[in-house]
């Protein structure tokens, strides 16, 4: 079996080097030789997502939204011209001011920003604002077809201040049956061997949990802790879609903040595992 697949690989390496050996000047056609500027974010799925803690009515932040020049010589200046799209649900003077719709990317440079500057005394927490944005024309370089626009979530959160340690106290738990269902069941329970778990800041308003079987894991099933992630928005928690376990369960997580500071989170896997605990900083 080894000496077949040294066979194999040989013969794809010889294929390659020959396939490769029938171009003249190899490598010359493939250089970019544009002159192009586009938005840095705008390869991402869901554009560019900035939050902001909002401390009082009056608060202003800046978000700077980079702009490349994409060329292989930056020997003249570029001059960028951006303007809203009539699609932002984001309003000029009530979300956001754009001081100037004009940039440069300097002589020798390939990035400038553009700053933008959010009201975010303005923007209630329930709001979501987001403030499509296109190069509608750039001087010494051609706009990017693709990379020409941009859409830029404005969000703003309450303070949040969860970090640390919390002891789990259990109102109910569930382990699964493996098809989403109870196997064992209980109220007003404490795993004793597992009965802490910790946030750390993780972003604005995020936090990775260091445990969101909250003890379930380590302590019932002797398992390696699952770790995740967790919004603040105004006290309410919402976990990421992206959580999952080490075998690839996807765990469905929400939360509040009580009055009395301290936390009930509500969660569940496909497994059929979950629970309500509620979490007391220690």
């Known amino acids: 079996m080894k000496s077949n697949k040294i066979y194999i690989f040989l013969a794809m390496l010889v294929a390659t080097l020959t396939t490769t050996a029938c171009f003249d000047d190899q490598g010359v056609d493939t250089f970019f030789d544009g002159n192009q500027v586009e938005f840095n974010a705008a390869n991402l799925p869901n554009g560019l997502t900035q939050s ?8 202003t932040d800046v978000l700077n939204v980079q702009v490349n020049r994409v060329s292989t010589s930056g020997t003249a200046a570029v001059t960028v011209n951006i303007e809203a799209d009539p699609t932002s ?3 000029e003077g009530v979300h956001y001011r754009l001081d100037s719709k004009s940039i440069t990317i300097g002589a020798g440079e390939f990035i400038t920003n553009l700053p933008i500057t959010v009201l975010t005394g303005n923007i209630d927490p329930s709001e979501t604002p987001d403030l ?8 010494g370089a051609e706009v990017s077809t693709n990379y020409g626009s941009l859409k830029v979530a404005i969000r703003v959160i309450c303070p949040s201040e969860l970090a640390g340690t919390y002891s789990v106290f259990w109102e ?6 493996g098809a989403g269902g109870p196997r064992q069941t209980a109220t007003d329970f404490v795993i004793a061997s597992a009965s802490t778990m910790s946030f750390a800041v993780a972003g604005t308003g995020a936090y990775t949990m260091s445990d969101m079987s909250f003890g379930m894991y380590p302590g019932i099933y002797n398992d390696a802790r699952p770790t995740g992630t967790i919004r603040d928005n105004c006290d309410v928690l919402t976990g990421a879609a ?3 376990d080490q075998y690839d369960d996807p765990f469905t997580i929400s939360g509040v903040v ?3 500071r301290t ?6 896997n496909t497994w059929g595992d979950g629970g309500t605990v509620v979490l007391t900083k220690v």
């Open 172 to 177: 109910y738990l569930q382990t699964g049956d």
């Open 242 to 244: 992206s959580n999952q």
């Open 89 to 91: 649900t984001a309003v």
């Open 258 to 260: 009580n009055a009395d």
């Open 132 to 139: 499509v944005l296109n190069i509608a024309s750039a001087t």
């Open 263 to 268: 936390i009930t989170i509500t969660w569940s």
């Open 52 to 59: 902001f803690v909002r401390l009082s009515p009056t608060q």
